[in-house]
């Protein structure tokens, strides 16, 4: 028996079932996990982190200054 | 506690070289596109040069915009994202030069080979095999960087813009490797191992996720990171990101079978693709609402800040191109869009306005940071947003107009039932003054890129003698300690009297798995390498292996050795950029060109040729529809043939040697491909395909043509182009040779 045979006789409305299904219920699972209350207070905080990484600005007039 | 604090410096000077990149091969890449849109406009445009021929430059412009523009400004924006969200420098100074060399040459490469006519025509993945080669080498190295990285880090959460940089970077190699598997011929010459319907299916896989995975997550990824930066306010939702990457991870992978709606592809194909693309205006639309809501409270900052602006306008095209592109996936729509200018403008609204604009806001906030000096001109900047947004809006309205314009002339019957524009060109001429509008849309968008050249370079030109190090510092990373389940349980704690399993229900939700996982980098990598695997594999196995999807045709049979070398000649000159061969079941169409297009027409094509648009006519049936002589007078030039056609001439084919010798390795690899040439053929191929040559250009003689064109390309694609579509037309000769059955 070869692979194609098993794939041929399971149909391909069957494949296309499968991957829907598989797919919805996957999405379904996170979204569960995304509104989870226990994650709460960790996105909260990841939320900022691009703010905490700032590297300044330098004014050319300061780094004359600072010259 | 004391708390042990590292320091460490960021490598800016790799993010510079990736900006220069950015703009400089930007620049190339949308005046190569001004180019085209000149030569649609004119054809004079081609200058009869043909390096610079419209089925040559459109892969070159495609390439330079796509890898070189936005690729460069990928690596730039990750880059520096990268090191600031894990608090640590790139793990190696070494790989991040190779990333950027590589990359450079890779782009050099195929400036020059794309003009020199060597391409695999695979859209968007036309680099021939030694250059495909080098890409994954490169690609290797900048995971290999972004990985090690991610090991030293110092901050333990992974930030949602790591993920879709993590999605881009598994992705598009896994799409690179499974879309370019081939058998080389020669240096220069390749052909897929697969072959017509089935090679048009993995095209499409690759084309669709290839926008969705190198024009999509990684500037998503940039958004996520870029826009709180610039508004200085926290991403609108993190659970909404977080939705938003893995709905998208689960659902676009999916989509690719929607490019061939009513092809020869399976229908069960292109309905799944279908769905799941309707299905991707869930998360897109959840990515655009939190980009814009991220500016909640700010939208003051927008009216001053050019940045900004360039970011919502990019955030607002990501939303109008996700929600235009499932519309375009649905079949109904699909049946007057595809092949038409509607997609070209569809293509634009998401490639101008939300990559480009998004690489552009990124380089002006980018600029005073790398060149450690304030952004020479504002005022510019504003300018270039108001010329650019401009520019878009006067390409795509005229090209959507340009798009429903011929798919509805290409649709028309009149009232005898008979088609209203059976003649091709008239839906050309119509579209004349839209494609001038174009060229002027475009010509504004550049206008705003040099713009933003010029800004930089003189913000460039500010920077100190030295650039300043900061030094920055944080603690070590602490391990990933596995959290704690606290025992007993809290349900047996509360007394509540419930079943066993419901205990370990509890005790498995507590574990928090996927929290783990997103400070496990190469687990949750895997996650998303698994997600996109199964998902593809859930389409590719019944493609490949379901017989029934490709009914064989006995009479089809294999080219001649000069036919091949005929097709040969027609990738190389890219027509598939301007011609389908792909007769869709539509009575308008089989009205106009003939029988439909039939999936075992197809088994012996490495590579497919079907094509995505019709600047002129498809060709899958133009076997035998016009005479030799008709072939070469067009060839050489088409408007004394088809007044008004736009269509670039090629003198060039009649005074260039076609290489005989190069025939045999054509046909080897074919053979080695599965196609049935025995022994003798592939011995005796420059003499089969002499004599097919001779009796063509014979012909051609009679006909009060010059003696001498047997040794031309001309001829050896006039013979490709006189067998297209006729096989079914003809019995089957038993035991005759396949390759000479002609």
Known sequence: ?67 | MNVQMESFVYDDKVVRKFVLATVVWGIVGMLAGLLAALQLADPLFNFEIPWITFGRLRPLHTNAVIFAFAGNAIFAGVYYSLQRLLKTRMWSDLLSNINFWGWQLIIVAAAITLPLGITQSREYAELEWPIDIAITLIWVVFALNVFMTLKIRRERHLYVAIWFYLATIITIAILHIFNNLWVPATWTDSYSIYAGVQDAFMQWWYGHNAVGFLLTTPFLGLMYYYMPKAANRPVFSYKLSILHFWTLIFIYIWAGPHHLHYTALPEWASTLGMLFSVMLWMPSWGGMLNGLLTLRGAWHKVAEDPILKFFVVAVTFYGMSTFEGPLLSIKKVNYLSHYTDWTIAHVHAGALGWVGFLVFGMLYWLAPRIFQAELWSKKLSEVHFWVGTIGILLYIVPIYAAGLTQGLMWLTFDDAGRLAYPDFVETTQKLMPMYWARVVGGGLYITGTLMCAWNLLMTWKRRPATYEQTVHQAPALAPNVRPTVESPSDLEASGAHVANVAYRLEYFMKARWHARWEALPFFFSLMVALAVISASLFEIIPTFLIKSNVPTISSVTPYTPLELAGREIYISEGCYNCHSQMVRPIRAETERYGEYSKPGEFVYDHPFQWGSRRIGPDLHRVGGKYPDLWHLRHMKDPESITPHSIMPPFPWLLTEDLEYEKIPKFMLAMKRLGVPYDQGELDRAIDYARAQAKGIADGLVEQGETSGLENKKIVALIAYLQRLGTDIKKEPAAGTPAAVSH
């Open chain 1, 1 to 67: 028996m070869r692979l194609s045979d098993i794939v041929g006789a399971s149909g391909l409305v069957s494949w296309a079932e499968a991957g829907f299904l598989s797919a919805m219920v996957a999405v379904g699972l996170i979204t569960v996990y995304t509104f989870a209350r226990r994650n709460l207070d960790r996105f909260e905080q990841a939320r900022f982190m691009p703010l905490v990484d700032d590297d300044p600005i330098v004014k050319k007039e300061d780094r004359d200054e600072h010259a």
